[in-house]
């Protein structure tokens, strides 16, 4: 890949697209193309083919997605599974048809089983029961593996799946019915402080542990890996920090740096989901990437984009 690539970025404004075309803008490239959910409609066959036609990028990121923590997977059961499925398949397949040989995937870290062994290596992928409360998303994603993987195998394609672990950042889903933990940690504890301090209720014991990368990183590493200019080895690759903190860990360091100054109570009745989930990130690293951006750095950075954003707030979709 080159700076006069033709790249289609499939979801541009939510907070992983947008991340990923600011850095591409940032760095140089220039011929990049985005289209609105009003242009577009990525959950029907026939528009999907027919822009990708018309267009004929040269490479192809797939970051347009549902996504949205537990309660949402839970509550969504269908919505979560069909539209990813659909996303994916109608551009993984608009691709093949009109012959773009470079596609990245983007998934999720929920695609491993939930009692593999830590940290999560690549190969482990469909050796055991996904958790449950994820599993509807996490189907979806390895179903978008496996249509890139066929593909390579049988007609050649260079498609790439890249696996992030939980991120967070600007742009990201506040919405407290369909967020993930973090941006929800961050909406709860900021709308605590403004009404007095009063205390703030959590799902489960506090106890699992998880890893968080910044988008910022994950949109770097999507250019590292697009530029790479030896063999991949692999088309299935980690993204991920390699490390990781408890659940309680991370709500007393977003209390911190929100400022709040109450109690904070464990809901023990709500579900933990799965214990750990820690990235094993040695495919990406041996190509020679790491993650930059220090958790409390992000986190800081990210709250006060909400706090610039909150009047305009509104739930994530897809575009």
Partial sequence: MNLNSKIYIAGHRGMVGSAILENLRDNGYKNLIVALSSEVDLTNQKETNDFIAKESPDYIIVAAARVGGILGNNEFAWQFIYDNLMIEANLINAAHNNNVQNLMFLGSSCIYPKMAQQPLKEEYLLTGPLEPTNEWYAIAKIAGIKLCQSLNKQYGREYISLMPTNLYGPRDNFDLKTSHVLPAMIRKFHDAKTNG????????????????????????????????????????????????????????????????EGEIIWDSTKPDGTARKLMDVGRLKNLGWEASIDLNQGIQSTYNWFRENIQEFKQVKID
């Fill in 197 to 260: 301090n009063i205390p703030v209720t959590l799902w489960g014991s506090g106890s699992p542990m998880r890893e968080f990368l910044h988008v910022d990183d994950l949109a770097e590493s999507v250019r590292f890996v697009m530029e790479y200019d030896g063999k991949l080895t692999y088309d299935l690759i980690n993204a991920g920090t390699g490390e990781d903190l408890t659940i309680r860990e991370l709500a007393e360091t977003i209390q911190k740096i929100v400022g709040h």
